[in-house]
């Protein structure tokens, strides 16, 4: 299954719009090569995505 990555400025802003925006959380913020983070999602209609930025 494929996943989309979308890039944001805020990690932790964006994890805060998915909470807030009725998304659950699939996995937290987790560091990976480069420095940035990147998490998972599902929207309030059942669709799968990713997130990746810097932690500010």
């Given at each position: 299954?494929?996943?989309f990555y979308i890039g944001v400025a805020d990690i932790d802003r964006a994890l805060a719009a998915v909470k807030a925006n009725?998304?659950?959380v699939i996995t937290e913020p987790m560091e990976?090569?480069?420095g940035e983070f990147a998490?998972?999602?599902v929207d309030p209609q059942g669709a799968s995505f990713g997130l990746v930025g810097p932690r500010k």
């Open positions: 299954m494929w996943t009725g998304g659950t990976i090569p480069g998490m998972n999602a």
